[in-house]
């Protein structure tokens, strides 16, 4: 059983700079996800942020975080990190870490068998 911890939430101001880490703390190497970043702002559906296949070699971004955030996954292993610079106060959400062996549609919620529960991020004007 994948078991998903997000960290590095918190405040910043706008322009400033976040990096969240998620790992999966079952520790399992027998299986190998891609993985990826989800967020909900208050009284909002939650949008796909960004997502990252098994092997690192793919990415994919949301239009509004394109250029701006980054993820990178440790190659081999069930962890990600998020790097989210130039942060907005648009970006306010709790941000959920995601994983799934084989996702169709990463922008789908419904695709990712796997979530973490949420970490918040809150950037200031």
């Known amino acids: 059983q994948v078991q998903l911890v997000e960290s590095g939430g918190g405040t910043v101001q706008a322009g400033g700079s976040l990096r969240l880490s998620c790992a999966d703390s079952?520790?399992?190497?027998?299986?190998?996800?891609?993985m990826g970043w989800f967020r909900q702002a208050p009284g909002k559906e939650a949008e796909f942020v960004a997502a990252?296949?098994?092997?690192?070699?793919?990415?994919y971004y949301a239009d509004s975080v394109k250029g701006r955030f980054t993820i990178s996954k440790d190659s081999g292993k069930n962890s990600n990190y998020l790097q989210m610079n130039s942060l907005k106060p648009e970006d306010t959400a709790v941000y959920y870490c995601t994983a799934d062996q084989m996702p169709s549609t990463v922008t789908a919620e419904s695709e990712w068998q796997y979530w973490g529960p949420g970490t918040q991020v809150t950037v200031s004007s």
């Open positions: 990252i296949t098994w092997k690192g070699g793919t990415t």
């Open positions: 079952s520790r399992r190497t027998d299986l190998n996800y891609h």
